[in-house]
């Protein structure tokens, strides 16, 4: 519902509110509120789940992210005795913080995590990563003003309490955290990092390489992508060397084309985890473009010995094919359409094969086919949100409710034109130099109708038909014989036979005739497709369809930038302000209107009837009020 749901801020609580624990007490925090040890899914879920409505910045109201922020606090402050719920409220409350670099929310996160409880100090530490990220929290600075300080004190507890604790899923946590707090920080990490690929603890290593994926990513640095191969091929730990194989397609995330020749290699590795990375590296470097090499390079893997394997492949071939045409790579792609249909319902296939498919099949059409997995903004800039929710929607290989995380990644795709009064022309055009067929939509499933079975007659064999001729002329003869005016009925049998003969000659020239018509009707020419159409505003734009649009100057409504391709927010100029305007109005999912309230009315109990008049006695000596 959360990942459903995201951005519609004004009705999130009335959405959750069936599924949302009672609300614990705000004038006094530390006044007794009990919390059951035990259960608490729905209500830890629907937590998480107002924390991915309110996680994504665009088209987020402040205000409604504030409120929701301060309710998921106030039940992380008294959840710490069911983890399951704590659970959610840390992840929520890292969701609606993202990228604040708040010092009490750390603070109430760290309570939780020092709870030492291995389900919620996993949250903790993740949330805490999202607060903090881009932060480059504890790593070496100039000059640290007081609030970095106290940060970098924070983080250091941190690294001390991933060395005391028993729990690998605090530790990962943790490694996560410091890995989120990187990004973006490039040389400013390196002596982080370095700290962290030379720690003993494989998950430690393991935060390492994402690490330093998120802190060069986009950049291509030669030092990171050298240190990442060196990591693939000469780690003992089979998780440090996947997560080094992945973190260059984000490293490399700008020029997507140099990951599928280096993992090239690393896809023939004896090693099961490598070539499992190798896939998904593939797919998230080469998501949206239908790379026709891309996915040749993953077929062999579709077939692989291990199933996990076989999930990678089919993961990182989906993110190809994210919103590509049913004509995409010589028609390729209804083929693995339907590939991803019969392993779903094969009961022969392994569970994580299984898996796989059923993640592809949404990942092929993310976002109503209108969004695709993209690490760049239009103008070239890493956006953090996708980076950072890519890197947590990774982690689901060792905890599922990482799945969601997808949300943040993920990018729409879409053109609008917009006024000086940001309102949308309803008559601005796009020109698009291709076919159509070129960018469609995917045909929709249609649901297989059951045929009815047909009753076929059975074929009579050419001497068991003469056998039954011969049978019934003698038959005939006999009876002729037997009978007076056997003649008469002979000639009538005779007469018969002849009418029948004649019918059963005239049905076969109708039918003759009727085909002959047939054939002779003309069959209609199928029209040639169109070499250029016209999209109007506003509509789906993919990053490839882009390149082949153009802007014609020609008509009323002309961008203010004509050179820039037309993708994404095109602000336009009107050459002919003073006619009359057919516009639109865009509203963000947090300007929603709310639903009017009923008119008034009386309410009725049921099975209630109104007292009679003659039931009414009015008290002695008195009148009735």
Partial sequence: MGVLHAGHTTEAMTLLEPYLPPSPPTDDAAAEHTVSTTGGYSEGGSLYALGLIHGSHVGSDSAKRAEANAFLRRHLRSSHANEVISHGAALGVGLTSFGSWDLDVVNELKELLYTDSAVSGEAASIAMGMVLAGSGAG?????????????????????????????????????????????????????????MRGDRDPIIRYGAMYGLALAYCGTGSNKAVRILLHTAVSDVNDDVRMASVIGLALVLHKTPHRVPELVRLLLESFNPHVRYASCMAVGIAMAGTGDSESVALLEPMLTDMTDYVRQGALLGTAMIYMQQSDTCNYRKVKTFREKLGSIVSDKHQSTLTKMGAILSTGLIDVGGRNCALSLGSRNGFTKMNSAVGLVLWLQHWHWFPMMHMLSLAVTPTCTIGL?????????????????????????????????????????????????????????????????????????EKTEETKTDSMKVDEEDKDATHEEEKA???????????????????????????????????????????????????????????????????????????????????????????????????????????
């Fill in 419 to 491: 006024n000086k009064d940001f309102k949308y022309p309803k008559k601005f055009e796009i020109l698009c130099n291709a076919k159509p067929s070129a960018f469609a939509y995917p045909k929709k499933l249609e649901e297989k109708k059951e045929e009815k079975k047909k009753r076929v007659e059975t074929v009579a064999l050419s001497t068991t038909a003469k056998n039954k001729a011969r049978l019934a002329r003698k038959r005939a003869k006999e009876e002729a014989e037997s009978t007076e005016g056997g003649g008469a009925m002979d000639v």
């Fill in 139 to 195: 790593n070496a600075s100039s000059s640290p003003s007081p609030e970095q300080e106290l940060l970098a004190e924070i983080v250091a507890e941190l690294r001390n309490y991933s060395r005391e604790t028993q729990h690998e899923k605090i530790i990962r946590g943790i490694a996560i955290c410091l890995a989120l707090i990187n990004f973006g920080q490039e040389e400013n990490a390196d002596a982080t990092i370095e700290e």
């Fill in 519 to 625: 054939a002779e009707k003309p069959k209609k020419k199928r029209e040639p497709e169109p070499t250029s159409y016209r999209i109007s505003n506003p509509s789906r734009v993919t990053k490839a369809q882009a390149e082949v649009c153009s802007f014609d100057l020609n008509q009323r409504y002309r961008p203010i930038r004509p050179e820039e391709t037309p993708y994404g927010v095109i602000m336009l100029t009107d050459s002919t302000p003073g006619e009359e305007e057919d516009l639109g109005v865009v509203k963000t999912p947090a300007q929603e209107e709310e639903a009017d309230p009923p008119e008034p009315f009386e309410w009725t109990p049921p099975g209630w009837e109104a007292p009679t008049d003659d039931a009414h006695v009015p008290p002695a000596g008195g009148e009735s009020k």
